[in-house]
T-cell receptor, first 110, second 115 residues
Framework: GEDVEQSLFLSVREGDSSVINCTYT??????LYWYKQEPGAGLQLLTY?????DMKQDQRLTVLLNKKDKHLSLRIADTQTGDSAIYFC??????????FGAGTTVTVRA | EPEVTQTPSHQVTQMGQEVILRCVPI?????FYWYRQILGQKVEFLVS????????KSEIFDDQFSVERPDGSNFTLKIRSTKLEDSAMYFC?????????????FGPGTRLLVL
């Protein structure tokens, strides 16, 4: 089946690291993605990881993939107020579609 | 940086009316998609489109829905007779012609409200 699960809320202090976790079910997923959605806005691609990788770093973002446990995480270093948003984990299903999690609402407090 | 655009940003319609949501995918992309997000729920796949035909569709995408690429730039989603439960944010996405062919880039969405 296609089911992506995420925790719903995360509160973090400005300057700390945020870690958002995600589990997925389709072991044949080629790519796994993180999208960001700010209030009233669309889905912004943050980063992605190919399924044969364990880790990907992109500036303040670090993606870790544990394929055995089907677990994906996104770490945001030095979290800023502009990082407050909903973060969606998504897995590619077949060639043509993405399956999304429900989204984790990250609130950055001063 | 190239981006996907969508019009209108908001649409209010009466139940039973037809609506057409418009999208301009990233130039030279080959794969096009529609997703929707009902308020408070997950983003759900509706349909994918390649080479002028539907590649895959979800069970949500019934006979009331249709997609079209009427010219070289636009990609449209038509809902023939809207229902209250069609109220949602509709996202268009496109992918293709890049090293990571599958990466889908999303537009800002059209918020549809059916009264």
């Amino acid at each position: 089946g296609e089911d992506v699960e995420q925790s719903l809320f995360l509160s973090v202090r400005e300057g700390d690291s945020s870690v958002i976790n995600c589990t997925y079910t389709d072991s044949s997923s080629t790519y796994l993605y993180w999208y960001k959605q700010e209030p009233g806005a669309g889905l912004q691609l943050l980063t992605y990881i190919f399924s044969n990788m364990d880790m990907k770093q992109d500036q303040r973002l670090t993606v870790l993939l544990n394929k055995k446990d089907k677990h994906l995480s996104l770490r945001i270093a030095d979290t800023q107020t502009g990082d407050s948003a909903i973060y969606f984990c998504a897995e590619s299903i077949g060639d043509y579609k993405l399956s999304f999690g429900a989204g984790t609402t990250v609130t950055v407090r001063a | 940086e190239p981006e996907v655009t969508q019009t209108p940003s908001h649409q209010v319609t009466q139940m039973g009316q037809e609506v057409i949501l418009r999208c301009v995918p990233i130039s030279n992309h080959l794969y096009f998609y529609w997703y929707r997000q009902i308020l408070g729920q997950k983003v759900e796949f509706l349909v994918s489109f390649y080479n002028n035909e539907i590649s895959e569709k979800s069970e949500i995408f019934d006979d009331q829905f249709s997609v079209e690429r009427p010219d070289g730039s636009n990609f449209t989603l038509k809902i023939r007779s809207t229902k209250l439960e069609d109220s949602a944010m509709y996202f268009c996405a496109s992918s293709g012609l890049e090293r990571d062919q599958e990466t889908q880039y999303f537009g800002p969405g059209t918020r549809l409200l059916v009264l």
